[in-house]
């Protein structure tokens, strides 16, 4: 036991990140995070679309104006402007230039709103694995990436089509002797997103994927969007009916998925990898297993991940909860 | 799909998971309000003021909240910034470094915490135990609740309780808490219109009865007290900001409720914590005045200061603390009516044990999943209960209660409580002030990047302000005797704890290295091109 303590075999080393949420930032941070931990697999969870989109209204003879968070800005010449769209993109937001007439159309038609939205969604997908395939062309690393419950069907044909990067969702992807499962879809939300559907249908589709896996446990992953119930993994603010948290936020509920929990407890992984909610970051154990939720803050531009060493062992020891 | 009811009008929102409207200022307001704890800390705190009788306690009250304005926008500028972060440890492991943030967060939330719970327990035995039992005319109780083995089995109470509401989540114990705080004001109002409505002859006369009656002092008790605690007292400006660090006992922690920060949320919420927290600190140091000048008037300001000098001093004819809440009880005659108000103003205490448990467990788990702690601390059961936390912190409580209780000078070893928080915040107050060129890129993305004070950063001038406080505040701890706590063996006691912090934190960074994973990855920033 002792000497496994201090063992420095060589592992396979993972990066795993999750939740960036249309952050230009986290995404090339990610695409760094490989190279920048000695990880030559690089996992990406679920929620890659960002939730929202910032006008940048045209006044006329060269100017425009936007707020971002609550703070209203003037640009003057189209520098300041490129720069304001920078930093809106590096929170995860999507900016469009339009003028007050489109504004007040957007305004009135949801629609037209959905329309942009997808518009800036997947073309902002798109352009992300074109990075990755510049960025990783030449090198050894994997890199994985699985849709999550707030992503749109349409991203899963955008990862398929990126040449080094592989769509995970629904499949059983082998790298080194390990095997990992991976599913965005979670259990129902307040928010009635993409992919969300009862506990027995998500049990039922972890199920399927789950007994396609053929390698023992050790060396096996489950990457599941969903954090399972009650792990602390899955603590998220308890809302009200008019979606305002309860007691300032200090009532701190799990809404996690039982069918999630109950695969775990069956199938005993190596390594379960997580995400969904922002601010449960941490790691837990079930049974042998290592959960882990390394959380997100793509507001803030800071990637938060987890780097683990796989040694093929049941129980997975050395790993690190980052924040790059 | 796109709507806007969730958010902002500037920007148009989709629905997606986590994203929630405003959260309520007022409940922000209660938790804060809850931390700072006027009936428990406060009341405490005062009774100090004698110490210092040319100082004006009403002024310092009223200075001191003010100023700590300053405390309230350099916490929430730092949650406006790094929100979610989970407060001092991981605030200033960012900004300053691992090591920092770990010694002075694990010595402040967690090893001192232990320290706090026979604090905890006197507090219970002054404000709860001893007048209940008195009104019940429990002599035994009163005077074992007034010994070594009462504070004890208090402290016990105290860790059980605090278990207690760790153990059933933050989801109960945020009812409880609320619960708590309107039952207490309802207590606070009774308080206050009794003291309003009572006359100062009306309270001796009833002091006296009920000094005889409750425990045993005969003849005029108020005069006999006035006697035995007079004090000079005058309004003096300097000795009234000596005051400032008795009161830091309890005026310190509006940083200890919700600090909530929500998702492609602007300068709003940064406003909304600076509403709770400085709203929950001007409304406690506005109660408070409002209760000293009542005190003023109804029990006489010669006999207020006098009772409390005479308590510590160890005279006077009724030896047990001169609680308010049991001075006002006194007013009210009847037995029944006694002692539902003093358990109603028990609430004060009760909604506010879990946090001499609950902070820490937190901190436990972000040092753990920085893996500088061992994994198994941060094991819960399956209900969520984290049991290896709790456990770091009430196993230890155990053995430091009964040195505080029974031990010849291990009290004395205590006194830096406060002052060993004071420089966990300082450290925090250091991080924010060179946040801005410590971590640009989170600063500059941030709602309060526009935010300035004739060019320089508002959260630094108002971090650089509230350093100023806690600086001072640590000088007067340090080098004046008054304050009682500069004793060679407390300091050298608290040295040896951030001893062990330090042992830790090294000792795990080389297992961590050793076993092929370098902490600093934990803290290392990846490049963004």
């Known amino acids: 036991m002792i000497s496994r303590l201090f063992s420095r075999e060589p592992d396979t080393r993972v990066f795993f990140a999750t939740d960036i949420h249309g952050s230009e930032t986290c995404w090339r941070k990610f695409l760094n995070s490989g190279k920048h931990y000695e990880a030559n697999i690089m996992i990406l969870g ?15 003879k060269g100017r425009w104006h936007s707020t971002l968070l609550e703070n209203r800005r003037e640009f003057e010449n189209e520098d300041e402007v490129k720069e304001f769209e920078d930093s809106v993109k590096r929170r995860g937001y999507y900016p469009f230039r339009t003028d007050p007439d489109e504004m007040s159309e957007l305004e009135a038609d949801e629609d037209l709103r959905n329309e942009l939205f997808y518009k800036e969604m997947l073309g902002t997908i798109e352009r992300w694995m074109h990075m990755a395939d510049e960025k990783f062309e030449g090198t050894d690393i994997e890199c994985f990436v699985s849709p999550g419950n707030d992503d749109q069907f349409e991203v899963d044909e955008i990862i398929s089509s990126a040449k080094r990067v592989q769509l995970a969702e629904g499949k059983v992807v082998e790298f080194g002797d390990f095997q990992m499962v991976s599913t965005g879809w979670s259990n129902r939300t307040p928010w009635d997103t993409y992919r969300e559907e009862d506990e027995d249908d998500l049990a039922e589709r972890l199920k399927k994927m789950t007994s396609q896996v053929t390698t023992p446990p050790e060396k096996t992953i489950y990457n599941f969007h969903c954090p399972p119930y009650g792990s602390g993994l899955d603590d998220a603010p308890e809302i009200d009916e008019n979606m305002r948290p309860k007691h300032g936020g200090r009532s701190i509920v799990p809404v996690g998925s039982t069918a999630v929990r109950d695969a775990i407890k069956e199938g005993q ?47 997975v020891k050395r790993f690190v909860l980052t924040s790059g | 799909m796109a709507n806007n009811a969730a958010g902002s009008d500037d920007l148009f929102q989709r629905k997606a998971t986590g994203l929630l409207r405003g959260w309520s200022v007022w409940d922000g307001f209660i938790y804060a309000a809850f931390s700072i704890n006027l009936i428990t800390l406060g009341l405490y705190a005062f009774s100090f003021a004698p110490f210092i009788p040319t100082g004006s306690l009403i002024l310092a009250v009223i200075l001191a909240g003010l100023y700590l304005v300053f405390q309230t926008v350099t916490y929430a500028s730092l949650i406006a910034v790094m929100p979610r972060a989970g407060g001092d440890y991981v605030w200033t492991s960012r900004v300053l470094g691992g090591g920092i943030g770990f010694v002075l967060a694990v010595t402040g939330w967690w090893f001192i915490l232990w320290h706090w719970v026979p604090i905890y327990a006197d507090l ?108 000079e007292t005058a309004n003096a400006f300097i000795p009234t900001l000596l005051l400032i660090p008795f009161l830091a006992f309890f005026n310190l922690y509006s940083n200890w409720g919700a600090t909530l920060y929500g998702e492609v949320r602007g300068a709003s919420d940064f406003r909304k914590n600076i509403y709770a927290m400085a709203g929950a600190l001007l409304f406690t140091s506005a109660a408070a005045v409002v209760l000293l000048l009542l005190f003023a ?90 049991y290896a936390a709790l456990l770091l912190m009430l196993i230890p409580s155990i053995p430091i209660s009964y040195m505080f209780a029974f031990g010849e000078n291990f009290a004395t070893y205590v006194l830096d409580a406060v002052l060993v928080i004071a420089i966990t915040f300082l450290g925090s107050t250091v991080s924010a002030a060179v946040l801005p060129w410590r971590k640009p890129d989170i600063y500059n993305a941030s709602p309060i990047a526009r935010y300035n004070v004739l060019g320089i950063p508002l959260i630094t001038v108002t971090s650089v302000a509230f350093g100023g406080f806690l600086v001072f505040c640590l000088l007067a701890w340090l080098f004046n005797d008054t304050y009682g706590v500069n004793v060679g063996s407390s300091l ?19 297992l961590r290295r050793a076993q092929g994973m370098d902490l600093n990855m934990v803290y290392d920033e990846i490049p963004e091109e």
């Open chain 2, 492 to 510: 050298i006691y608290m040295l040896i704890l951030y001893a062990i912090a330090l042992a830790l934190y090294v000792g795990f960074r080389l």
């Open chain 1, 269 to 315: 992984p190596a390594l379960a990898l997580h995400g969904h909610i922002h601010e449960a970051k941490g790691n837990t154990r079930i049974g042998n297993t290592l959960c882990i939720n390394p959380g997100s803050s793509y507001e803030q531009g800071q990637l938060l991940g987890a780097v683990v060493n796989l040694d093929g062992k049941s129980k």
């Open chain 2, 124 to 231: 219970l035995n002054k404000d709860v135990l001893v007048p209940l039992a008195a009104l019940l005319n429990l002599d035994g109780t009163v005077t074992f609740f007034s010994g070594a083995t009462g504070l004890f089995t208090a402290s016990m109470i105290v860790a059980v309780v605090a278990s207690v509401y760790v153990s059933l989540g933050m989801r109960t114990y945020a009812r409880i808490q609320k619960f708590c705080f309107y039952g207490g004001l309802v207590g606070l109002a009774v308080m206050i219109l009794i003291l309003l409505f009572s006359s100062q002859s009306g309270f001796e006369s009833a002091y006296n009865r009920e000094a005889q009656e409750l425990f045993g002092a005969g003849g005029n008790a108020y005069q006999q007290t006035i006697q035995a605690g007079s004090v």
């Open chain 1, 46 to 60: 679920g929620d890659m679309t960002g939730k929202a989109l910032v006008p940048i209204v045209e006044e006329g």
């Open chain 2, 297 to 386: 008037k109804t029990f006489g300001w010669d006999f207020y200061y006098a009772a409390n000098n005479a308590f510590w001093a160890g005279e006077g004819p009724v030896s047990v603390f001169p609680y308010p809440g049991l001075l006002v009880a006194m007013i009210l005659g009847n037995p029944v009516l006694q002692v539902i108000f003093v358990a109603v103003m028990s609430l004060w205490f009760f909604g506010w044990t879990g946090s001499v448990f609950l902070s820490s467990t937190r901190v436990v788990f972000a040092t753990a999943f920085d893996r500088v702690l061992p994994e198994w601390v941060s094991r819960t059961t399956n209900n969520g209960v984290p």
